[in-house]
């Protein structure tokens, strides 16, 4: 049996997280590209929006797969909904830059995390689809990739600057990290290592913002996460 029956729920709960946050990605995406400076952005952001909503249905039927008494439920994570106000909030103030940094660069750099753990436990359980998963996480590292070149260039036109970023990284950086406490347990649930996978969520965000996080989280007089079980409501 490629997922054994006590995995199957917390696996069906975290790609229904995944699959919201493709949806997500997919509103943000589309809302981002009436925003766009010019005809090359907006045409990648159309395109991301077309493949958001495709790794939404893939993720649909790997639950419908899996565990279809799970198809439908609503991932019960404040910190993911939270982070979806705060991001409706930057692109109702047009602020395509906070929008850039908030989607395609921190929230997508945790979904290059959860899929590339995601995808050494498939492997290692021999489940089939692999070209597609492939496909995908490619996908997902040009959107992470577009979202990083657009901030970069930001700051060498010296429309914005790296500290003016990291303060507004802030606030998202804190949701994340209860997301990723929460995926933590479900990782421990099903025989992964969580500190193997929480240690990577720093790897995929640019040297500029984690040096000038860390330090400001350094100068805190205490960061206390509070975990949050991550449940499904049917
Ligand atoms: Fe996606
Ligand atoms: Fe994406």
Same mark, same amino acid.
């Given at each position: 049996? @490629? =997922? ?17 946050? &493709? ?15 010019? !005809? ?6 159309? !395109?991301?929006?077309?493949? &958001?909503?495709?790794?939404?249905? =893939?993720? $649909? ?14 991932? %019960?994570?404040?910190?993911l909904e939270e982070y979806r106000e705060k991001l409706k909030d930057a692109l109702a103030r047009q602020d395509l830059l906070e929008t850039f940094l ?16 995601? &995808? ?5 359980r021999n489940a089939p689809f692999g070209r597609l998963r492939r496909i995908l996480l490619q996908q997902e590292e040009a959107h992470h990739g577009f ?22 990284? $802030?606030?998202? @950086? ?9 995926? !933590? ?6 025989? &992964? ?10 790897? %995929? ?8 996080? $860390?330090?400001?989280? !350094?100068? $805190? ?14």
């Open positions: 049996m @490629l =997922v054994r029956h006590d995995e199957k729920a917390p696996v069906a709960r975290l790609l229904t997280f995944l699959e919201h946050g &493709e949806r997500m990605a997919n509103e943000c995406a589309k809302a981002q590209a009436t925003l766009a400076p010019d !005809s090359g952005s907006r045409r990648f952001l159309l !395109s991301q929006a077309r493949q &958001e909503a495709a790794h939404a249905v =893939v993720f $649909q039927g790997a639950i419908a797969w899996l565990a279809p008494r799970h198809l439908g439920c609503a991932p %019960f994570l404040p910190a908030a989607e395609q660069v921190i929230l997508e750099g945790l979904g290059e995390v959860i899929l590339t753990r995601i &995808e050494e436990g498939l492997v290692k979202g990083r070149r657009m901030l970069e260039r930001a700051m060498a036109e010296g429309r914005i600057d790296a500290e003016t970023l990291s303060r507004s990284a $802030q606030g998202y @950086l804190a949701l994340t990290d209860r997301m990723v406490l929460t995926l !933590s347990d479900l990782f421990e649930s099903i025989d &992964e290592d969580p500190s193997a996978w929480a240690r990577d969520v720093w790897t %995929f965000l640019p040297e500029w913002l984690t040096r000038l996080s $860390q330090e400001a989280i !350094s100068c $805190q007089p205490s960061a206390t996460v509070v975990p949050e079980q991550l449940r499904a409501e049917c």
